[in-house]
Protein backbone atom coordinates (compact mmCIF):
# COMPACT_ATOMS: atom_id res chain seq x y z
CA UNK A 1 0.00 0.00 0.00
CA UNK A 2 0.74 3.77 -0.62
CA UNK A 3 1.85 6.33 2.19
CA UNK A 4 3.62 9.38 2.17
CA UNK A 5 5.31 11.32 4.54
CA UNK A 6 5.81 14.68 5.60
CA UNK A 7 8.88 16.11 8.09
CA UNK A 8 9.10 17.80 10.57
CA UNK A 9 5.61 17.86 11.97
CA UNK A 10 6.08 20.99 13.35
CA UNK A 11 8.45 23.98 12.99
CA UNK A 12 8.65 27.45 14.17
CA UNK A 13 11.23 29.85 11.99
CA UNK A 14 12.23 33.31 12.88
CA UNK A 15 11.14 36.02 9.77
CA UNK A 16 14.17 36.16 7.12
CA UNK A 17 15.39 32.42 7.74
CA UNK A 18 15.14 29.30 5.50
CA UNK A 19 12.91 26.76 4.99
CA UNK A 20 12.92 23.18 3.72
CA UNK A 21 10.17 20.68 4.34
CA UNK A 22 10.14 17.32 2.51
CA UNK A 23 8.08 15.08 1.39
CA UNK A 24 8.10 11.48 0.21
CA UNK A 25 5.84 9.01 -0.97
CA UNK A 26 6.20 4.98 -1.16
CA UNK A 27 4.51 2.24 -2.87
CA UNK A 28 3.83 4.02 -5.81
CA UNK A 29 5.91 5.14 -9.03
CA UNK A 30 5.69 8.13 -11.09
CA UNK A 31 3.18 9.80 -8.95
CA UNK A 32 1.65 13.69 -9.20
CA UNK A 33 2.40 15.44 -6.25
CA UNK A 34 1.09 18.63 -4.91
CA UNK A 35 1.88 21.10 -2.01
CA UNK A 36 -0.91 22.87 -0.26
CA UNK A 37 -1.04 25.55 2.53
CA UNK A 38 -4.16 25.64 4.50
CA UNK A 39 -4.54 29.23 6.89
CA UNK A 40 -7.18 29.44 9.39
CA UNK A 41 -10.61 30.17 7.72
CA UNK A 42 -9.08 30.56 4.45
CA UNK A 43 -9.56 26.56 2.71
CA UNK A 44 -6.72 24.48 1.03
CA UNK A 45 -4.24 26.97 -1.22
CA UNK A 46 -2.72 24.92 -4.28
CA UNK A 47 1.01 26.17 -4.27
CA UNK A 48 2.79 23.87 -6.45
CA UNK A 49 2.41 20.13 -8.26
CA UNK A 50 4.46 18.07 -10.23
CA UNK A 51 4.37 15.81 -12.68
CA UNK A 52 7.67 14.18 -12.72
CA UNK A 53 11.34 14.48 -11.75
CA UNK A 54 11.93 18.39 -12.16
CA UNK A 55 8.91 19.25 -13.97
CA UNK A 56 7.13 21.89 -11.07
CA UNK A 57 4.42 24.19 -11.64
CA UNK A 58 3.19 27.09 -9.94
CA UNK A 59 -0.45 28.51 -9.07
CA UNK A 60 0.04 31.07 -6.73
CA UNK A 61 3.46 33.89 -6.84
CA UNK A 62 5.15 33.92 -3.38
CA UNK A 63 8.86 33.49 -2.31
CA UNK A 64 8.56 29.66 -2.07
CA UNK A 65 9.81 27.30 -4.73
CA UNK A 66 9.80 23.73 -4.82
CA UNK A 67 11.59 21.02 -6.18
CA UNK A 68 11.76 17.52 -7.35
CA UNK A 69 15.04 15.50 -7.33
CA UNK A 70 13.79 11.79 -7.20
CA UNK A 71 10.58 10.64 -8.40
CA UNK A 72 8.94 9.97 -4.94
CA UNK A 73 10.33 13.34 -3.41
CA UNK A 74 8.99 16.81 -3.02
CA UNK A 75 10.64 19.58 -1.28
CA UNK A 76 9.11 23.02 -0.69
CA UNK A 77 11.78 25.52 0.19
CA UNK A 78 12.31 29.57 0.83
CA UNK A 79 15.54 31.41 0.61
CA UNK A 80 13.75 34.17 3.43
CA UNK A 81 10.08 33.32 5.52
CA UNK A 82 7.73 36.50 6.17
CA UNK A 83 5.06 36.15 8.71
CA UNK A 84 2.23 35.49 6.15
CA UNK A 85 4.40 31.80 5.53
CA UNK A 86 2.59 31.01 8.83
CA UNK A 87 0.66 28.37 8.36
CA UNK A 88 -0.07 24.31 7.63
CA UNK A 89 1.51 22.92 4.78
CA UNK A 90 -0.07 19.49 2.96
CA UNK A 91 1.65 17.64 0.51
CA UNK A 92 -0.35 15.20 -1.33
CA UNK A 93 0.11 12.37 -4.47
CA UNK A 94 -2.19 11.25 -6.77
CA UNK A 95 -1.96 8.83 -10.16
CA UNK A 96 -3.55 9.91 -13.22
CA UNK A 97 -6.09 7.49 -14.67
CA UNK A 98 -4.02 6.16 -17.06
CA UNK A 99 -1.49 4.69 -14.47
CA UNK A 100 -4.39 3.41 -12.44
CA UNK A 101 -5.41 6.18 -10.54
CA UNK A 102 -9.24 7.39 -10.20
CA UNK A 103 -10.21 10.77 -11.06
CA UNK A 104 -6.73 12.19 -9.74
CA UNK A 105 -7.87 11.19 -6.38
CA UNK A 106 -5.38 13.18 -4.34
CA UNK A 107 -4.11 11.66 -1.30
CA UNK A 108 -2.61 13.95 1.69
CA UNK A 109 0.23 13.51 4.45
CA UNK A 110 0.11 14.21 8.08
CA UNK A 111 1.10 17.90 7.45
CA UNK A 112 3.84 20.27 8.61
CA UNK A 113 2.75 23.02 11.05
CA UNK A 114 4.76 26.04 10.20
CA UNK A 115 5.09 29.04 12.39
CA UNK A 116 7.05 31.89 11.74
CA UNK A 117 7.94 34.81 14.14
CA UNK B 1 -19.08 34.10 -7.08
CA UNK B 2 -16.84 31.53 -5.44
CA UNK B 3 -16.17 28.44 -7.49
CA UNK B 4 -17.00 26.15 -4.12
CA UNK B 5 -19.32 27.21 -1.30
CA UNK B 6 -19.75 25.34 2.11
CA UNK B 7 -21.02 26.35 5.14
CA UNK B 8 -17.78 26.82 7.61
CA UNK B 9 -20.68 25.80 10.41
CA UNK B 10 -19.81 25.12 13.21
CA UNK B 11 -22.40 22.50 13.08
CA UNK B 12 -23.50 20.94 16.15
CA UNK B 13 -25.79 17.55 16.61
CA UNK B 14 -26.31 15.11 19.15
CA UNK B 15 -25.00 11.55 18.72
CA UNK B 16 -27.02 9.27 17.15
CA UNK B 17 -28.14 12.20 14.53
CA UNK B 18 -27.94 11.85 10.75
CA UNK B 19 -26.06 14.76 9.59
CA UNK B 20 -26.20 16.40 6.18
CA UNK B 21 -23.24 17.89 4.81
CA UNK B 22 -23.62 19.98 1.74
CA UNK B 23 -20.94 21.90 -1.15
CA UNK B 24 -22.43 24.16 -4.24
CA UNK B 25 -20.65 25.18 -6.90
CA UNK B 26 -20.89 27.35 -9.78
CA UNK B 27 -18.81 25.78 -12.60
CA UNK B 28 -20.22 23.25 -14.60
CA UNK B 29 -17.44 21.65 -16.20
CA UNK B 30 -16.63 19.70 -12.54
CA UNK B 31 -17.23 15.84 -13.29
CA UNK B 32 -15.70 14.13 -10.64
CA UNK B 33 -16.34 15.04 -6.91
CA UNK B 34 -14.87 14.04 -3.20
CA UNK B 35 -15.28 14.48 0.19
CA UNK B 36 -12.59 14.14 3.18
CA UNK B 37 -13.03 14.72 6.40
CA UNK B 38 -10.20 16.31 8.57
CA UNK B 39 -9.46 15.81 12.24
CA UNK B 40 -7.79 18.76 13.93
CA UNK B 41 -3.70 18.93 13.19
CA UNK B 42 -3.91 15.98 10.81
CA UNK B 43 -4.07 15.76 6.85
CA UNK B 44 -7.29 15.19 4.90
CA UNK B 45 -8.65 11.88 4.77
CA UNK B 46 -10.34 10.57 1.37
CA UNK B 47 -13.81 9.58 2.80
CA UNK B 48 -16.10 9.26 -0.62
CA UNK B 49 -15.56 9.89 -4.29
CA UNK B 50 -18.68 10.21 -7.37
CA UNK B 51 -18.58 11.12 -10.88
CA UNK B 52 -21.25 12.43 -12.42
CA UNK B 53 -24.88 12.77 -11.38
CA UNK B 54 -26.38 9.97 -8.36
CA UNK B 55 -25.82 8.30 -5.11
CA UNK B 56 -22.94 6.22 -3.61
CA UNK B 57 -22.83 4.12 -0.40
CA UNK B 58 -20.64 3.06 1.64
CA UNK B 59 -21.20 2.38 5.31
CA UNK B 60 -22.64 5.07 7.40
CA UNK B 61 -21.83 7.71 4.55
CA UNK B 62 -23.91 8.38 1.38
CA UNK B 63 -22.40 10.89 -0.86
CA UNK B 64 -25.15 13.06 -3.31
CA UNK B 65 -24.66 14.55 -6.57
CA UNK B 66 -27.25 16.56 -8.37
CA UNK B 67 -25.27 18.46 -11.16
CA UNK B 68 -28.23 19.74 -12.71
CA UNK B 69 -28.56 22.14 -9.32
CA UNK B 70 -24.49 22.14 -8.78
CA UNK B 71 -25.39 19.94 -5.18
CA UNK B 72 -23.58 17.96 -3.68
CA UNK B 73 -24.22 16.19 -0.12
CA UNK B 74 -22.24 14.02 2.51
CA UNK B 75 -24.75 12.29 4.99
CA UNK B 76 -23.60 10.53 8.04
CA UNK B 77 -25.96 8.34 9.55
CA UNK B 78 -25.93 6.85 13.28
CA UNK B 79 -23.64 9.91 14.04
CA UNK B 80 -20.55 8.86 16.18
CA UNK B 81 -18.32 11.35 18.98
CA UNK B 82 -15.39 10.15 16.85
CA UNK B 83 -17.29 11.79 13.65
CA UNK B 84 -16.04 15.11 14.91
CA UNK B 85 -14.20 16.52 12.38
CA UNK B 86 -14.01 19.19 9.51
CA UNK B 87 -15.40 17.77 6.12
CA UNK B 88 -13.99 19.53 2.92
CA UNK B 89 -15.89 18.94 -0.47
CA UNK B 90 -13.20 19.11 -3.44
CA UNK B 91 -13.83 18.42 -7.23
CA UNK B 92 -12.30 18.56 -10.67
CA UNK B 93 -12.63 19.00 -14.16
CA UNK B 94 -12.47 16.05 -17.25
CA UNK B 95 -9.73 15.77 -18.97
CA UNK B 96 -7.28 14.40 -16.66
CA UNK B 97 -3.95 16.18 -16.12
CA UNK B 98 -2.38 17.36 -12.82
CA UNK B 99 -4.01 20.84 -12.13
CA UNK B 100 -5.65 19.85 -8.84
CA UNK B 101 -8.81 19.79 -6.95
CA UNK B 102 -11.22 22.57 -6.10
CA UNK B 103 -11.64 22.78 -2.52
CA UNK B 104 -14.48 24.11 -0.19
CA UNK B 105 -13.65 25.90 3.12
CA UNK B 106 -14.65 22.96 5.51
CA UNK B 107 -17.68 22.56 7.76
CA UNK B 108 -16.52 21.90 10.97
CA UNK B 109 -19.05 19.07 12.76
CA UNK B 110 -19.45 18.47 16.34
CA UNK B 111 -21.45 15.45 17.71
CA UNK B 112 -22.21 15.77 21.37
CA UNK B 113 -22.14 12.52 23.33
Known amino acids: SQTIHQWPATLVQPVGSPLSLECTVE??????LYWYRQAAGRGLQLLFY??????ISSEVPQNLSASRPQDRQFILSSKKLLLSDSGFYLC????????????????FGPGTRLTVL | QKEVEQDPGPLSVPEGAIVSLNCTYS??????FMWYRQYSRKGPELLMY????GNKEDGRFTAQVDKSSKYISLFIRDSQPSDSATYLC?????????????FGKGTHLIIQP
Open chain 1, 27 to 32: GTSNPN
Open chain 1, 50 to 55: SVGIGQ
Open chain 2, 50 to 53: TYSS
Open chain 2, 90 to 102: AMRRTGGGADGLT
Open chain 1, 92 to 107: AWSLTPIAGGVADTQY
Open chain 2, 27 to 32: NSAFQY
